[in-house]
T-cell receptor, first 115, second 117 residues
Framework: DTGVSQNPRHKITKRGQNVTFRCDPI?????LYWYRQTLGQGPEFLTY????????KSRLLSDRFSAERPKGSFSTLEIQRTEQGDSAMYLC?????????????FGQGTRLTVV | GENVEQHPSTLSVQEGDSAVIKCTYS??????FPWYKQELGKRPQLIID?????GEKKDQRIAVTLNKTAKHFSLHITETQPEDSAVYFC????????????????FGKGTKLSVIP
């Protein structure tokens, strides 16, 4: 599968625990995005990287959230001291910014449930 | 920041009829407008997109129109089929042509389309 891959697909954690998700983008894509989607809503932007640089963070991204893309390839999203309100689907997307092509391809997401 | 409103939230049509979903956006700098289809439990998938220098784009049974002056764009699906049943999201973004600014997408809340056989 050469699409965007996310792991794990599902994560159940107790409130207060830390969790980390991984995203492997399409190999030549230089931009990587994290979105959060709650039931009945559209995806909400969290942050994005161009290569290894984190260029923008949404105000939705509290200080408990941190994202990295150390080598400009895969990315991790960590949530510390999880809260029930963090329960959501976390989507990763990637794109190749060149000329006029900006299509973002999404992964299947990691569904987080905080109990 | 950008705000995207999408209507209706649910839409039921008979198979073979047309479906229209409408979105408005607030930031006149937005210049890229994709539409995504999301089936239950699956990833959002791009079905069509339009850029601000084009007023209409068509791909088989799917078409999108853009009115920059009014800041709204619409998705039209003709000859609907049961497999068209899904949640459809519109989105808006800036920075396509300039290379500057963010390419982040601001999504609408989605329209659940049900095609009744």
């Amino acid at each position: 599968d050469t699409g965007v891959s996310q792991n794990p697909r599902h994560k159940i954690t107790k409130r207060g625990q830390n969790v980390t998700f991984r995203c492997d983008p399409i190999s030549e894509h230089n931009r990587l995005y994290w979105y959060r989607q709650t039931l009945g809503q559209g995806p909400e932007f969290l942050t994005y990287f161009q290569n290894e640089a984190q260029l923008e963070k949404s105000r939705l991204l509290s200080d408990r959230f941190s994202a990295e893309r150390p080598k400009g390839s895969f990315s991790t999203l960590e949530i510390q001291r999880t809260e029930q309100g963090d329960s959501a689907m976390y989507l990763c997307a990637s794109s190749l910014i060149q000329a006029r092509n900006t299509e973002a391809f999404f992964g299947q997401g990691t569904r987080l449930t905080v109990v | 920041g950008e705000n995207v409103e999408q209507h209706p939230s649910t839409l039921s049509v008979q198979e073979g009829d047309s479906a229209v979903i409408k979105c408005t956006y607030s930031d006149s700098a937005s210049n890229y407008f994709p539409w995504y289809k999301q089936e239950l439990g699956k990833r959002p998938q791009l079905i069509i997109d339009i850029r601000s220098n084009v007023g209409e784009k068509k791909d088989q049974r799917i078409a999108v129109t853009l009115n920059k002056t009014a800041k709204h764009f619409s998705l039209h699906i003709t000859e609907t089929q049961p497999e068209d049943s899904a949640v459809y999201f519109c989105a808006a973004s800036i920075g396509v042509h300039s290379g500057a600014g963010s390419y982040q997408l601001t999504f609408g809340k989605g329209t659940k389309l049900s095609v009744i056989p």
